[in-house]
């Protein structure tokens, strides 16, 4: 049997190298898998996953010039193309190092003057990365019917499933691209013309179908188009409840074939339309609460669409946590003064820390993850790029998680909280708590203790503070 082709020639597995000096970038300077913080092991606080479109099918094009990604993998027929791209992929998932493979073997100590003279077993830890994730049209490409369609992604799963099999990684989780073809230039689920929304509801049908097949662990549905560019040619109730009713169905077949996966929901303001319904967490919660999906969806929250919201980085994650509804997080980041998804690895430690602090605090995302929805930039054009970006955010991301952990373990900041709030423990502040107040009680209580004594919020103090674990 000849032997696969490689594609990243000269790359071994990425070390773990806590004593790196700052030049050496191709190995893992903070992240350690198997770190026990708070309980837990760092590679399951930081579920980390590598998205197969920026990563595998991202080309350097940019709407201003032509691709700059020449990848070894983009050569032959469109099907012949797709089966070098998924080898590619999980020979970069597993160089890249995340998550231990054993290795065993066994040395007889007979020639050494020890009490036991039994052969001893040693293990040594291999890694590679745990999960990915993927559009139904990055990974097969789309036929002239449906039917062809879904025959290039049978065939394109058979070698994934084999692929997974041979290494152990995973799918955290599957969606379909409703936004690209031009049949969804005004949307899919709230398109104005139902044989569309078929075509969707057909698509998505497979997509469930292929994540049951792989053993997907979330489903995320991202509405790229579902929204409107006018309001004059749009009748936006009837496009929220086609939505919904959308969604109702993808629940039933969910439930129908047994795919025991969490579906989640995918923010984003704007971009491709000028205004599109999923606008942030808030819009996406009031929607499922409103139609009564609520116990069916989490959010899968995008930092990069929170500040195109015009919110600050951690404002979405913070949010739909509050409400029990953050599921998974797409780590990445963006350039606010641009005003596009620029979609860049995150590497500010600010951000990941802030982040790090809300999942630890809710007791982590599984079955959701950090997916990795960031492509090298255009003029990173070398293979080694892809490893380089990767390792930083994930260095990045366990500096932040061993940050988030000092905060909370010190408990200063949460004793501040706590304090500031302290007037909510007893008496009328109880009462309002527990929601048993009424406005007569708030007269009452006010006509009696006169007008309240105003205290600093000493915001630059828990600034300070925060600064002091960064």
């Known amino acids: 049997m000849a032997a696969q082709e490689e594609f990243f020639e000269g790359i071994s597995k990425i070390p773990y190298s806590p004593n790196a000096g700052p030049g050496d970038v191709m190995c893992f300077k903070h992240y350690n898998a198997e770190e026990v913080l708070i309980g837990r092991k760092m590679e399951d606080w930081l579920r980390f996953s590598v998205c197969y479109w920026h990563s595998f099918c991202g080309t350097g094009a940019d709407p201003f010039g032509s691709p700059t990604f020449h990848r070894p993998w983009n050569k032959g027929t469109p099907m012949e193309s797709a089966k070098k791209r998924l080898r590619a992929a999980f020979e970069f998932f597993v160089k890249l190092g995340v998550r231990g493979n054993r290795l065993t073997f066994t040395i007889s100590y007979t020639k050494l003057i020890v009490l036991c003279l039994s052969p001893v077993t040693f293990c040594f830890v291999f890694s590679q990365v745990k999960y990915y994730t993927f559009h139904d049209r990055d990974m097969a490409p789309e036929g002239c019917t449906l039917e062809e369609s ?175 509804m953050l599921g998974s997080v797409d780590s990445n980041t963006g350039s606010p003064d641009l005003g596009w998804d620029t979609d860049e690895f995150p590497m500010d430690i600010r951000n990941t820390t802030l982040v790090m602090k809300v999942i ?53 900041i949460a004793g501040m909280v706590k304090e500031r709030y302290s007037s909510f423990s007893d008496g009328i502040g109880q009462r309002v708590e527990d929601g048993s107040a009424s406005l007569e009680e708030m007269e009452a209580f006010i006509m009696k203790n006169g007008e309240p004594s105003v205290t600093s919020g000493k915001q630059e103090k828990y600034e300070s503070i925060f600064n002091h674990y960064i």
């Open 150 to 324: 879904n025959r290039n992604l049978d065939v394109i799963t058979d070698l994934a499933l084999q692929l997974q099999s041979q290494t152990g990684i995973k799918v955290l989780w599957v969606t379909c691209n409703l936004f690209s073809h031009p049949r969804y230039m005004n949307g899919a689920a709230t398109n104005p013309d139902c044989h569309v929304l078929a075509y969707a509801g057909a698509q998505v049908k497979k997509g469930l179908d292929t994540a049951k097949k792989l053993g997907a662990e979330n489903f995320v549905f991202w509405g790229g188009r579902e929204g409107f560019l006018s309001v004059h040619n749009t009748d936006v109730g009837a496009e929220l409840k086609h939505m919904a009713n959308f969604f109702k169905m993808a629940v039933q077949y969910k439930e129908k074939i047994g795919l025991k996966c969490q579906f989640l929901i995918e923010p984003k303001p704007k971009e491709p339309c000028k205004h599109q319904y999923d606008y942030d967490a808030m819009s996406v919660i009031g929607f499922l609460k409103h139609y009564g999906l609520d116990n069916h969806f989490k959010l899968n929250i995008e930092p990069n669409h929170t500040t195109l919201a015009g919110h600050s980085y951690e404002h979405d994650i913070i949010m739909a946590s509050v409400f029990g």
């Open 360 to 412: 630890i605090e809710q007791g982590g995302l599984q079955p959701g993850g950090l997916n990795f929805d960031a492509k090298v930039r255009r003029e990173s054009t070398d293979l080694e790029d892809l490893f380089i970006a990767h390792i930083g955010a994930m260095d990045n991301f366990a500096r932040g998680l061993r940050n988030a952990v000092r905060i909370i373990e010190n408990g200063l």
